[in-house]
């Protein structure tokens, strides 16, 4: 099992550039997540999702756009990227919303120029 | 507000010692959750609990859900605990997690 496979680690882009971070899971997870890790503040959840084809939106939605449209994969969109964006990003999933184990990706560290 | 409170922020030891880091939480939980994360690296889940007490070799973790309050304990500190041990809560109502900012922690040899 490859587990929460989050690609990539390391991005630089420019401002006004768009990208997309790519999460997938092979665990048959229900439950996955974007979070965004600044320096002095806890995870913050951008959007999360509760199964194919049912997205919401987190604390922090802002900018990024989310897609659902199959149980292993929850990509995360920037959509004009900014220096705000500068962040580490992580994925997140777990079987159910509440009471399970959380694994997470190995993080993408972003840089917005 | 901070719905999920760390302390403390740093911590420096000298091996073998025991380490405690403390979190306090505000809203109806679910579950607590304990993560690791190691620098410039991933984080990964230590301990998931409601109630009571869980233990995994040289770590322990307790819960008092009366007092919206849960410790981490590591007997006999090794330099390879030193990461970031970060706390966070499951909504009870919610689909979301808040978590702590983490408690940095250093094991000198």
């Known amino acids: 099992n490859a587990g929460v496979t989050q690609t990539p680690k390391f991005q630089v882009l420019k401002t006004g550039q768009s990208m997309t971070l790519q999460c997938a899971q092979d665990m048959n997870h229900e439950y996955m997540s974007w979070y965004r890790q600044d320096p002095g503040m806890g995870l913050r959840l951008i959007h999360y999702?509760?199964?194919?084809?049912?997205?919401d939106q987190g604390e922090v939605p802002n900018g990024y756009n989310v897609s659902r449209s199959t149980t292993e994969d929850f990509p995360l969109r920037l959509l004009s990227a900014a220096p705000s964006q500068t962040s580490v990003y992580f994925c997140?999933?777990?079987?159910?919303?509440?009471?399970?184990?959380?694994?997470f990706g190995q993080g993408t560290r972003l840089t917005v120029v | 507000k901070n719905e999920v409170e760390q302390s403390p922020q740093n911590l420096t030891a000298q091996e073998g010692e025991f380490i405690t880091i403390n979190c306090s939480y505000s809203v109806g939980i679910s579950a607590l959750h304990w993560l690791q994360q190691h620098p410039g690296g991933g984080i990964v889940s230590l301990f998931m609990l409601s109630s009571g007490k869980k233990k995994h070799g040289r770590l322990i973790a307790t819960i008092n859900i009366q007092e919206k309050h849960s410790s981490l304990h590591i007997t006999a500190s090794h330099p390879r605990d030193s990461a970031v041990y970060i706390c966070?809560?499951?909504?009870?109502?919610?689909?979301?997690?808040?978590f702590g900012t983490g408690t940095s922690l250093t094991v000198i040899p």
């Open positions: 966070a809560v499951g909504g009870g109502t919610g689909n979301q997690f808040y």
């Open positions: 999702s509760v199964g194919a084809g049912i997205t």
């Open positions: 997140a999933s777990s079987y159910r919303a509440r009471n399970t184990e959380a694994f």
